[in-house]
């Protein structure tokens, strides 16, 4: 869109530049500038963290992450040049790598945002409830979705064409133009979303809104299976938590608070459960053969030695320790089959949950044909 200025009752084109011949930059100087104001490409949004780059087994990082009203991630990415680049292929890396970020791991990434630019990190879970209007976590409330939003000077063809196919498939793209012009020696900025047209933005939510309810509803849908889904917890390094850990002395445990500490301990003795490792997949299968206890309390049979005193890979924080209330339970498996982390499998059948039941048959006969193939050893009441 050309902008005009009235001069002499004649409307005189403003002159666009770009910003390179500004000499503004992209990350010193636009990035800061909309880490101020992201509103104006992210209304309804808050930052998290820029420049987020915790993943494992990569080294990218992604401009600005915010949260949504609805408690949904979104990826700011950015570019300063014409053509956006191929920043829709690095956002779509983004969004997946962040799919199966958790509300606590949230609270801890802001934590570091918050110290790192002057703020205290003790402030940042409750900076994250009051913008999402909650009285406390609600881990399955929270990143049901991801949302992209692309912020360019402009957009080609390849870069729009793939946002108008992603936006039919229900992910959520945005493209929104920064285009710089210069107006009596100041720069002024017009900016602009081009995609999703905003006249059609209504309907189209409207839409989106009713498919991922409708893939939840089938997602979560049916009878108790038997068998459990736990979250193994150790996605990132300083999470306290290793899957090795729990392999070699037959455990899984969750911590951090009561909702988290009731779900490890629901776990019912004798039932099965299966153990994934976010960003990797399933990488266990076993029977629950203790109810869960604190950490401190938790004896491996097998050694009939406390977990506490033996060479863990993830030592316990010595400060919640004794804080039965934030310290990690620990429930007893006898490992059936196990994989290395880095041989996970069916990443996407994965839960939000840290610990529940699983009630897609289907999805249990996929994990079992992998840790079980023996259709001979199963118990009696899964389904063939």
């Not at 009235?6 to 530049?17: A, C, G």
């Not at 770009?18 to 500038?33: C, N």
């Not at 992210?42 to 993943?55: K, L, N, S």
Request: charge should be negative; glycine fraction near 8%; aromatic fraction near 8%.
């Amino acid at each position: 869109m050309a902008l005009y200025q009235i001069k002499n009752d004649e409307l005189v084109p403003v002159s666009e530049t770009s910003f390179a011949e500004q000499g503004i930059r992209e990350r010193e100087h636009l990035q800061q500038m909309l880490l101020k104001s992201i509103e104006l490409v992210a209304p309804g949004t808050m930052v998290i963290a820029q420049e987020f780059d915790e993943w494992d087994g990569s080294k990218r990082r992604t401009d600005i992450l915010c949260i949504d009203k609805d408690a949904n991630l979104v990826v700011v990415e950015l570019k300063r040049n014409d053509d956006g680049g191929h920043m829709e292929l690095q956002s779509l890396r983004y969004a997946a790598m962040v799919s199966q970020m958790t509300f606590e791991q949230l609270v801890d990434i802001h934590g570091r945002y918050l110290a790192k630019n002057g703020g205290s990190a003790a402030d940042a879970e409750a900076a994250i409830l009051d913008f999402l209007g909650w009285d406390h976590p609600d881990e399955e409330r929270f990143g049901n979705d991801v949302r992209i939003v692309l912020v360019s000077k402009d957009f080609s063809q390849e870069i729009t064409t793939t946002a108008l196919w992603l936006n039919e498939r229900d992910l959520d793209i945005r493209c929104v133009r920064m285009r710089p012009h210069e107006l009596d020696g100041r720069v002024v900025v017009n900016i602009e979303q081009c995609l999703p047209l905003p006249s059609a933005e209504q309907y189209q939510i409207k839409v989106r809104a009713k498919s991922i309810n409708r893939r939840e509803s089938l997602r979560t849908a049916g009878e108790p299976t038997g068998y459990w889904f736990v979250n193994v917890g150790d996605h990132f390094d300083d999470a306290g938590r290793s899957w090795d850990d729990c392999k070699k002395y037959g455990y899984l445990s969750a911590g951090g608070g009561p909702r988290w500490i009731g779900a490890i301990r629901r776990l019912p003795v004798g039932e099965h459960v299966f153990a994934y490792a976010s960003g990797s997949g399933y990488v266990g299968y076993g029977r629950i053969t203790a109810e869960a206890v604190p950490q401190r309390d938790f004896v491996v049979p097998s050694l009939h030695r406390k977990l506490v005193e033996l060479p863990l890979e993830a030592k316990p924080n010595p400060k919640t320790l004794d804080d039965l209330g934030i310290c990690d339970w620990c429930a007893g498996i006898e490992w059936i089959s196990t994989r290395d982390r880095s041989d996970g499998v069916l990443s996407e059948h994965a839960y939000r949950n840290t610990a529940c039941q699983i009630k897609q048959p289907d999805v249990v006969r996929r994990l079992l044909e992998v840790f079980e193939p023996d259709e001979t050893n199963r118990p009696a009441n899964v389904v063939k």
